[in-house]
Antibody, heavy 117, light 111 residues
Framework: QVRLVQSGAEVKKPGASVTVSCKAS????????MHWVRQAPGQGLEWMAM????????DNAQKFQGRVTVTRDASKNTVNLQLSSLRSEDTAVYYC??????????WGQGTLVIVSS | QSVLTQPPSVSAAPGQKVTISCSGT????????VSWYQQLPGAAPKLLIY???KRPSGIPDRFSGSKSGTSATLGITGLQTGDEANYYC????????????FGGGTKLTVL
C-alpha cells in the first residue's frame, strides 16, 4: 500500500526544537521530492520546505530561514523535519507530502505540534 | 495572507454545480501549472486536479479544472453532501526559489 505515516503528536515549550518524521512505503522512495506543509488551527495550508529525491538539495520558505532543516534517510525510507526556536505561532498540524506529476499527490496523516509554556 | 486569492466560502444545493476561483499573478499562476486539493474535516488534503485540468486516477469527472491567464477555476458538478470540504489551489511562484504557494482555501457548503 502506497502511504506516508508520520510520527505522533508533540508538545514543546517555546524555544525548543521538534523533529517530525515521515515514513514512506509502497513505492520507490528515492525517486520523489518530498515536502512539508503545515496548517495552523482553523487556517489554510502553508508550504514550509522541500528536499530533492537524492537528499542533496533542500529549500524552504523565507519565513522559516534558519529554523528549518529537512533530511531524508534512504535506508529507512524516511524524511524528517526539524523546526527550532519554537514559538506559539508554530502550533499547527505538520504534513509531509510527495511531489509527483507536478503536484502533491500523496500526504501523510499529519502530526500535531503544540507549542505551549 | 495567502499568495493566491480564493473566496472564503461558496455554497450550492445538492445536484447543482459550483465553481471556485483562484487568483494569482504572472509569477505564479500566470507561468506555472495549478493543482487543486480537497480537505475533508479532520483529514489530510487530497489531490483533485493537477496540471491545471488533469484528474488523478480515482477522481470522478464531476471535478474539473481550468486556467486562464493569472486565474484558475475548480468546477464541481452534481454536488453531493460528501463534497462539503475546504478546497485549496496551489502552484509554484517563480519569484521564490522552489517556492510552492497555496490559496487561503474555500469552504464549500452543500445546502
Amino acid at each position: 500500500q502506497v502511504r506516508l505515516v508520520q510520527s505522533g503528536a508533540e508538545v514543546k515549550k517555546p524555544g525548543a526544537s521538534v523533529t517530525v518524521s515521515c515514513k514512506a512505503s509502497g513505492y520507490n522512495f528515492g525517486s520523489y521530492y518530498m515536502h512539508w506543509v503545515r496548517q495552523a488551527p482553523g487556517q489554510g495550508l502553508e508550504w514550509m520546505a522541500m528536499i530533492n529525491s537524492g537528499g542533496g538539495s533542500t529549500d524552504n520558505a523565507q519565513k522559516f530561514q534558519g529554523r528549518v532543516t529537512v533530511t531524508r534517510d534512504a535506508s529507512k525510507n524516511t524524511v524528517n523535519l526539524q523546526l527550532s526556536s519554537l514559538r506559539s505561532e508554530d502550533t499547527a498540524v505538520y504534513y509531509c507530502t510527495r511531489e509527483a506529476i507536478g503536484a502533491f499527490d500523496l500526504w501523510g496523516q499529519g502530526t500535531l505540534v503544540i507549542v505551549s509554556s | 495572507q495567502s499568495v493566491l486569492t480564493q473566496p472564503p466560502s461558496v455554497s450550492a444545493a445538492p445536484g447543482q454545480k459550483v465553481t471556485i476561483s483562484c487568483s494569482g499573478t504572472s509569477s505564479n499562476i500566470g507561468s506555472n501549472y495549478v493543482s487543486w486539493y480537497q480537505q475533508l474535516p479532520g483529514a489530510a488534503p487530497k489531490l483533485l486536479i493537477y496540471d491545471n485540468n488533469k484528474r488523478p486516477s480515482g477522481i470522478p469527472d464531476r471535478f474539473s479544472g481550468s486556467k486562464s491567464g493569472t486565474s484558475a477555476t475548480l468546477g464541481i458538478t452534481g454536488l453531493q453532501t460528501g463534497d462539503e470540504a475546504n478546497y485549496y489551489c496551489g502552484t509554484w511562484d517563480s519569484s521564490l526559489t522552489a517556492g510552492r504557494v497555496f490559496g487561503g482555501g474555500t469552504k464549500l457548503t452543500v445546502l
